[in-house]
């Protein structure tokens, strides 16, 4: 693995689009391959996972992870893309919400619920962007689809005409904000739109931990951007750890199944030795190891 295989837990801000961000991370660290986990829209700030050379590889498996946000809903006024950036398309006085109204009405929220794709989002229908749809004129009803919120408190509540309320929200991967922003609106009768959003946490990746690009910039300066890279296996914790000696390290290296002392498992992490993460693979039975994704190259492995 060369040293830039890993994770950037990066603090993306308000104004950017996430592949921008990634834009950014090329031209600072110049990894093999770059990509975001998670889309955060423009708008919305916070963490943005950043894998880097072969961790892309590792996508599907970092990104399944749940996330964690804290939203301001304002009430009373609703807007074609959900959020603060889009154009009115109705308004209603929200004077006579109450923060117990609001409570009230996030239980139904709660669990597993069925989200439409926003008009303005990445969502492909018939191999087109809604978003791109959406901006030539033709927007286009997006796919449902089941999510799932794990956690959603209400933190804060101002009441008036544009009544807000600040949320923090735990959901599964794929699920919209904008979305449960509006259909808090349309649960309590007056409309609603997403004023800001920020996320606070993506699996492992919390806000607490997450480098600002101007931080990421003077790593690189300074020559220490290497210390900001996480260890490809790091989101991979939620997985078994199957450890192997140098032979079989080799082997399994070279996309060869080797025998070890486990039961059958679907997909474990896979060590040789001096803890080096080699990669992804499986156990069948008889404890036959067969690699599901190789990391470490043929050259290092001599």
Partial sequence: MSLTDGFLNLLKPPGMTSHEVVQVVRRQINPRRAGHLGTLD?????????????????FRFAAGADKAYRAEVIFGTTTDTLDAEGRVTGQSDAGRLTAEAVA??????????????????AVQVDGKRLHQLARRGTPTEGPERQVTIFDLQLVSFRPGPAAAA?????????????????DLGKALGCGAYLGFLVRTRAG?????????????????AEGSSGDCIIPPDAPLGHLPRVAVDARHARVFA????????SEPKPLVRVYGPEDRFLGLGEVGEGGQLKPNL?????EEDG
């Avoid at 009230?104 to 989002?121: D, K, V, W």
């Avoid at 600040?166 to 449960?180: F, M, N």
């Avoid at 070279?254 to 002392?261: A, Q, S, Y």
């Fill in 204 to 220: 492992l990746f919390r806000l607490s931990d997450a480098l600002t690009l101007e931080e990421l910039s003077m790593a690189v």
């Fill in 104 to 121: 009230e009405a996030l239980e139904r929220f709660r669990g597993q619920i069925t989200q439409r794709a926003p008009a303005y989002s």
């Fill in 42 to 58: 423009p708008a919305a700030a916070g963490v943005l996972p950043i894998s880097l050379g072969g961790a892309t590889r590792l």
């Fill in 166 to 182: 600040v949320l923090d929200v735990v959901c599964s991967p794929g699920t919209y904000i904008r979305s449960l922003a509006a």
């Fill in 294 to 298: 190789v990391l470490a190259s043929t």
């Fill in 254 to 261: 070279h996309g060869g199944r080797v025998l070890v002392e």
